[in-house]
């Protein structure tokens, strides 16, 4: 099978045997497969990942000893517990210590025209949902957790912060409560996605503070991917508010924790999503996705793509990226850390140049998994 690899740093397309199956385990035809920004994290050295990356797809069952998976069109969950331990019995097999993470830990990921998962980890995806939109659903998930971890109220003020795959996905989920809620990013483009649906949005540059009052916020949502998200959440935030953390950052943040033990700020991790509320959100059109899509390339065309998104600083023309030569300074810049690996909102799906061979989404996002 065709796939991407990820060593040292740099990725080829290569030939590579088609994965088998352990007991209880699917083998899966990719149809879609998405581009997170883990993807980039990984390339640039996150966790020394060597392996096929790769997390988000849909895919369709071409073997399972269970007979009426076969054939069925799926989206999965990514991480593989063992089902055994005190953390699977009490139903966080998402934290088990024996796990694998698809295309991030001891799996390979979805950037492959076949995978494997555990047949408990697949979803089957209702025929109203096309492959576009379910390629979303493990993004989605992930934006539907908040909701799983924070009780959220018509009324209540909350603020995300980050306008990425993610922000997005998150605010629409949000928005669905009836909370008062306002959108803060980088991105005029991005954030026109939500204003277009009634969103409050508010573009905020480099050392800008944003112009919502200080304390303003009972929750805010930090997506951004970015020390400065944290601090900007931070000031929003009232006294005994909610801080649900979506990022993961490359470098450390200076936190004043003073300051969370005098407001008795509730801080909450939050990652991986439940995937059945995601699939009735896209069956139902309560959440948009695919304007998130703008873009369509072959797999060996992705090739070149992730090796030149390693390094590129914005990903408004993914396209020309992916196949021109970056200015030197750009690459400087990003190698430099300022907002190298900070995707926008904008996809690019990858279309198979051979029959029944995966097409590949990338939606940017900070990496949640």
């Not at 581009?35 to 990942?49: N, S, V």
Request: aromatic share 4%.
């Amino acid at each position: 099978m065709r796939a991407l690899y990820l060593a040292n740093r740099r990725v080829t397309l290569q030939h590579l045997p088609e994965p088998q199956p352990s007991p209880g385990e699917a083998r899966i035809r990719v149809r879609l497969t998405g581009i997170c920004d883990t993807d980039l994290h990984l390339k640039a050295g996150y966790m020394d990942f060597e392996g096929i990356p790769g997390h988000e797809f849909v895919g369709e069952v071409v073997e399972s000893r269970h007979a009426d998976l076969v054939g069925q069109r799926v989206v999965g969950e990514i991480n593989a517990a063992c089902g055994t331990c005190d953390f699977c019995r009490r139903g966080l097999g998402r934290h088990c210590p024996e796990r694998t993470v698809l295309g991030i830990f001891g799996r390979a990921g979805t950037h492959a025209e076949y995978i494997t998962l555990p047949d408990a980890n697949l979803h089957v995806v209702p025929d109203t949902v096309a492959d576009e939109e379910a390629v979303f659903t493990e993004p989605l998930a992930a934006a539907c957790e908040v909701l799983e971890q924070v009780h959220i109220e018509p009324g209540m003020h909350v603020a995300v912060v980050g306008d990425g795959k993610l922000g997005i996905l998150v605010a629409r989920v949000l928005a669905l409560t009836g909370c008062d809620l306002h959108v803060i990013g980088r991105h005029a483009h991005k954030l026109n996605l939500l204003a277009r649906q009634g969103i409050a949005t508010e573009h905020m540059s480099p050392g800008e503070e944003s112009r919502l009052p200080a304390r303003w916020a009972d929750v805010v949502v930090e997506c951004s991917g970015h020390p400065s998200g944290f601090e900007t959440a931070r000031r929003l935030l009232k006294p005994r508010g909610t801080l649900v953390l979506k990022s993961t950052y490359r470098e450390s943040p200076s936190i004043y924790l003073a300051g969370l033990v005098v407001d008795e700020i509730t801080v909450v991790g939050s990652r991986c999503g439940p995937f059945e509320p995601a699939l009735r959100l896209l069956s139902r059109r309560l959440v948009r996705v695919t304007d998130l899509i703008d873009e369509q390339m072959g797999l060996s065309a992705r090739c070149t793509g992730i090796r030149t998104r390693g390094t590129a600083r914005s990903v408004e023309n993914f396209a020309r990226t992916a196949t021109l030569s970056l200015p030197q300074e750009a690459i400087n810049a990003a190698a430099e850390g300022s907002q190298g690996l900070a995707w926008g909102a904008a996809a690019v799906t990858m279309c198979p140049s051979v029959p029944r061979s995966p097409a590949i989404v990338s939606s940017p996002s900070p990496p949640t998994s």
